[in-house]
């Protein structure tokens, strides 16, 4: 047994020289394609942490992460803290909605405050695009974009990206870790819903977009962005039967009647009967098709209650998939790597806390 207090390879540490992104994520656009791979690569070891009795390593020891959110959150929230803790790293949970901003004090000097108590990293999540950006030129810590009103959400992107190349591997017989990013060169994907009013949409795009997938949007017209400059999408339709037999995923987003979605549609049992994923619609997918949501789902609306619980509906495993890409992310932007294979540097991370290593 390795005891806790005695040196492992975790105190001897130096920077990950495979990280292609700046000092934070604020969008995809941080990664390109190398970055993306990156990060699923280096999440395939946390998945493989978290299979184990105790899902723990001492990658961020002394480190100290903070949650900054001024908008509701369960996932991604509770996903940043749950892998923030099982890379040992201290957290601060800040929720804007019971903090002194309450009481007049400017986000700017909230943040500030809190920085001065020594953070490493902060994740914030905002109704406003560009606040983590503006957060990011307040501090000199990490700032990682939670989801930034309807700008951005990258680290949705990618555990979708990882849940993909999960299941592709996965039916083709090979190790996940093996898999590489080849999977998606040609992958058909639909996203389907309220595109103009979410960032998962935007940050989904420019991740499969990057590793060559087609991504197509279904929408009705009232809910595509009125530009779609910056969007490298294959195409825009607004017949989803039509789309369904020739995707090899489905993903479906929320409609947000808090941002205004439901006064873009004569009404929502309209939209279910055009763009639901009913169960007769989920007929018409390949048989091998996935469904994929970012979740929180409206059940009945943008999604059947029965097609959310098929078994090709994957959105409990991107919530599972979820903690380990963000280990993965605050690991990039925080850890420090032995040598230069940041994978291998944390399955030993792990073995060390394990007491095998
Ligand atoms: N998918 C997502 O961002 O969910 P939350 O709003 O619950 O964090």
């Known amino acids: 047994m390795t005891p806790p207090s005695a040196p ?7 920077p990950p020289p495979a990280w292609h992104a700046g000092r934070h994520l604020l969008s995809v656009t941080d990664l390109g394609a190398e970055g993306i791979e990156e990060v699923l690569r280096v999440s395939d070891a946390f998945v493989e942490v978290a299979s184990r009795p105790i899902p723990k390593v001492p990658a961020l020891r002394g480190r100290t992460v903070v949650t900054l959110f001024a908008e509701e959150s369960t996932r991604t929230r509770l996903s940043f803290e749950t892998a923030a803790k099982r890379l040992s790293a201290d ?6 909605a019971s903090s002194s901003v309450k009481q007049g004090e400017s986000l700017r000097a909230t943040v500030e405050t809190v920085a001065a108590m020594g953070v490493d990293a902060f994740v914030v999540r905002h109704s406003s695009a560009g606040a983590p950006a503006q957060v990011a030129r307040w501090v000199d810590a990490a700032v990682i974009n939670a989801g930034d009103g309807w700008h951005e959400h990258p680290t949705q992107a990618l555990l ?3 849940t993909i190349r999960q299941v592709l591997a996965e039916r083709a017989g090979r ?30 795009v420019l991740a499969l977009a990057a590793l060559g997938a087609e991504v197509t949007l279904v929408a009705p017209g ?24 020739h995707v090899d995923v489905c993903y479906l987003l929320r409609l947000q009647t808090e941002r205004g ?12 009967a055009g763009y639901g994923l009913t169960a007769r619609r989920a007929g018409l997918l390949a048989d091998g098709a996935l469904v994929m949501h970012p979740g929180p789902m409206n059940r009945g ?16 495993r991107q919530v599972a998939n979820g903690v380990a890409v963000r280990m993965a992310v605050l690991f990039l932007l925080l850890g420090q790597v032995v040598g230069g294979d940041a ?3 944390v399955a030993d991370l792990g073995h060390a806390a394990a007491g095998d290593g």
């Open 8 to 14: 492992s390879a975790a105190d001897d540490l130096k």
């Open 91 to 96: 957290v601060l949970s800040f929720s804007v």
């Open 160 to 162: 979708d990206c990882y």
């Open 175 to 204: 190790l996940v870790s093996e898999a590489g990013v080849k999977d998606f060169v040609g992958l058909r994907v639909a996203i389907v819903g309220d595109i103009a009013h979410s960032r998962v949409a935007r940050s989904g």
């Open 222 to 245: 009232s809910l595509v962005p009125p530009s779609l400059e910056g969007w490298p999408v294959t195409g825009v339709s607004h017949d989803l039967d039509a789309v369904l037999p």
């Open 261 to 272: 979605a439901g006064s873009f549609l004569p009404s929502v049992r309209e939209y279910t």
């Open 301 to 316: 609306v943008e999604i059947a209650d029965e097609v959310a619980d098929l078994p090709r509906s994957l959105i409990l």
């Open 343 to 345: 994978a291998g540097a």
